[in-house]
């Protein structure tokens, strides 16, 4: 087990905000906050997964200022005074969260789009990194079978939420990327920090846009369609030439997400999409084929591909995938 002494050390106080993964996870996720002494407003935030009685991950992102938590969160929260087997409970003004932004916080809808490195755990992150590095190695081995290598491809990212994954998309070569989403906030910072030559951003909303959009050659989406009633039926009526790539939450229970539309989502969701081809992402961000679905699986990812196309299961592409890191490159190596 990790050893985790250097972190109770007094005069610390933690506090702990409990919330459940919005998946079929039997654990909670811990949201612990290290404040250093009563006068400081200098933060520690760690995420940590626990398991029974077993500190399991743990990652550190550092704030310099703090606020107080607002009062529409839902969680549950604790004070753990170091040394002491004792539990207090506080009350919701004492709890502290990093500052963030107007813009920033236009943008969070209560914790509903990720701004990377700004907003939720490292872990949130992770998993939408490794959405869009599935369809970016989609799209590459595509390319590297194409004999016309030099004709440009378009790829439309619907939800595209601050661009992040746009900016992935760009570093495809020949590719035009374009970016769509319901919040001029969110593409207001989408043009600042994940702009490119070959990434345009527009703001729609995806129930218009979708009945009227042009062709595209590959449609991606994470974690959009699912805000959306009757969005599974919707991206039937999207229009693409080479494949429809995109992941909602898997089996999420009625109720437990109130920004979601449809809850239940699972592979009979599936069954009118052309070609489709069903995968899953853990709650690590590894991503998984029909042969290996994961214990807990988080996402479901479909993928519908043009008959001439070949099938994701038939390329080289070695299941299950790792999770997205700094380190990992966009090839894989």
Request: proline share 6%; with cysteine.
């Amino acid at each position: 087990m990790r050893n985790l002494s250097h972190l109770f050390q007094a005069p610390i106080y933690f506090f702990i905000i409990i919330n459940f993964y919005r998946t079929r996870h039997l654990h909670p996720k811990f949201f612990v906050q290290q404040l250093r002494s009563p006068a400081s407003q200098s933060t520690i935030s760690a995420c940590l997964d626990i398991h029974p009685l077993l500190f399991t991950r743990i990652s550190y992102s550092v704030s310099s200022s703090c606020l107080p938590l607002g009062q529409s969160n839902k969680g549950k929260y604790f004070a753990i005074k170091p040394m002491l087997a004792k539990i207090l409970v506080v009350s919701k003004g004492d709890v502290f969260l990093p500052q963030l932004s107007d813009l920033e916080t236009l943008i969070y809808n209560n914790g509903e789009r990720l701004i990377p490195n700004v907003t939720h755990a490292r872990d949130e992150l992770v998993r939408h990194k490794s959405s869009y590095l599935f369809f970016y190695r989609i799209i590459k081995y595509d390319l590297n079978q194409r004999r016309n290598s030099n004709k440009v491809i378009r790829i439309v990212d619907l939800g595209c939420g601050v661009g992040h994954g746009c900016h992935m998309l760009s570093r495809l070569p020949n590719s035009e990327v374009v970016g769509v989403d319901i919040s001029q906030p969110t593409l207001e910072y989408a043009g600042v920090h994940y702009s490119s030559p070959n990434i345009s951003y527009q703001l729609a909303n995806l129930e218009d846009y979708v009945l009227s959009m042009p062709e595209f050659d590959y449609i991606v989406s994470r974690g959009a369609f699912e805000h959306i009633d009757n969005g599974i039926n919707l991206i039937l009526s999207s229009k693409w030439t080479s494949r429809l790539i995109f992941d909602v939450p898997y089996n999420e229970p009625k109720g437990r997400n109130p920004h979601h539309l449809i809850s239940n989502i699972n592979e009979e969701s599936f069954a009118g999409f052309p070609e489709a081809e069903i995968f899953y992402q853990d709650l690590g961000g590894s991503v998984y084929d029909i042969n290996k679905n994961p214990r807990c699986a988080n996402m479901i990812i479909c993928v519908c591909s043009h008959p001439d196309l070949t099938r994701i299961s038939d390329t080289t592409l070695n299941f299950p995938l790792p999770a997205w890191t700094e380190d990992i490159g966009l090839e894989g190596k």
